[in-house]
C-alpha cells in the first residue's frame, strides 16, 4: 500500500478551484519532486498533504491519517507528530540561539530539557551545523540558516518531510550542500521527502518527478528517466 495516496482530490479557494481532481501515490522512504508553472497548485497540494490546508472534496491519506476526515485536534496532533516542514522562508526566531530555535517542535510535543538538548544537537550534527548551536540566527549565512530550518524540521524524527522550494534564496553550491543533506536523510533515515521546486536542476535527485498543470497531476517520471535523460526531461517541464 502507497504511503501518500490522494484520490480526485479538489482544493477550492472561493469559486476557484486551484487542484482540479489530483490522483498522486508516493511509496514510503521516495524522495518525490513535484514540479509545474507557477499557480499549477503545487505548494496547495503540499499544504494538504501536511495537513495545513484542507481537502475541499474527495480522498487523501498519509500513513494511517485519512486527512480528509480529521478535525482540528487531530490535524494539529499529525502535524506535529508526524511531518517536519522546510519552507523558502526560513522562519528562524532572531532572539533565540540556534539551538534553542531547533528545540522548538520538542517544547510542543512536552519533550524535558536534558532530552529536548540531545535531540536538537543530534539534528544538527546531522546536517553540520553542531558547532553553531549557541550562535543566532542573525550570525549565519542563508545556507546555514536553511540547515538550520532542516534540524529544526527533523528533530522530532518525522516519517515525512516536506519542501517548498527549499533552495529558492540560496547560491547553486549551497542549494548542492542542501540537496546532498536530503539524499542523506532519505538514505540513512528512510525518511518519505515530497519537494516542491521551481529549479529543475534539482530534479535529478529524487526518485521520481511529478509535474502538475492546471491543478492536475499530468505525468509522473520514473528513475530512469530522471537520471538518464535529465536534460530532455528539463526542456519537456520549462516548455509547460
Not at 498533504?49 to 480528509?68: A, M, N, Q, T
Not at 506535529?80 to 528545540?103: A, D, H, K, S, W
Not at 536530503?182 to 529549479?199: D, Q
Request: charged share 25%; with cysteine; hydrophobic share 40%.
Amino acid at each position: 500500500m502507497s504511503f501518500i495516496e490522494a484520490r480526485d482530490v479538489w482544493k477550492y479557494y472561493g469559486d476557484y478551484p486551484a487542484l482540479r481532481g489530483v490522483n498522486l501515490e508516493i511509496n514510503e522512504g521516495e524522495f518525490r519532486c513535484i514540479v509545474g508553472p507557477s499557480g499549477s497548485g503545487k505548494t496547495t497540494l503540499l499544504s494538504l498533504i501536511g495537513g495545513l490546508d484542507r481537502v475541499s472534496r474527495g480522498y487523501l491519506r498519509v500513513g494511517p491519517y485519512e486527512l480528509h476526515r480529521l478535525g482540528n485536534a487531530e490535524l494539529d496532533r499529525y502535524r506535529n507528530e508526524f511531518v517536519g516542514f522546510v519552507f523558502q522562508l526560513y522562519y528562524l526566531i532572531p532572539r533565540m540561539t540556534v539551538l534553542e530555535n531547533v528545540e522548538l517542535p520538542l517544547i510542543a510535543r512536552g519533550v524535558d530539557p536534558s532530552q529536548r538538548r540531545r535531540l536538537a544537537l543530534e539534528a544538527l550534527e546531522m546536517v553540520g551545523l553542531r558547532d553553531k548551536a549557541r550562535r543566532r540566527p542573525n550570525e549565519l549565512s542563508g545556507g546555514e540558516q536553511q540547515r538550520v530550518a532542516i534540524a529544526r524540521a527533523i528533530v522530532a524524527r518525522p516519517r515525512l518531510l516536506l519542501a517548498d522550494e527549499p533552495t529558492g534564496n540560496l547560491d547553486s553550491k549551497t542549494a548542492a550542500i542542501i540537496m546532498e543533506i536530503f539524499r542523506k536523510l532519505n538514505r540513512e533515515l528512510g525518511m518519505t521527502i515530497v519537494m516542491v521546486t521551481h529549479n529543475l536542476e534539482l530534479i535529478g535527485n529524487c526518485h521520481k518527478v511529478s509535474r502538475i498543470s492546471d491543478g492536475v497531476i499530468t505525468r509522473t517520471y520514473e528513475v530512469p528517466q530522471v537520471r538518464e535523460s535529465l536534460e530532455q526531461l528539463i526542456r519537456e517541464l520549462t516548455a509547460i
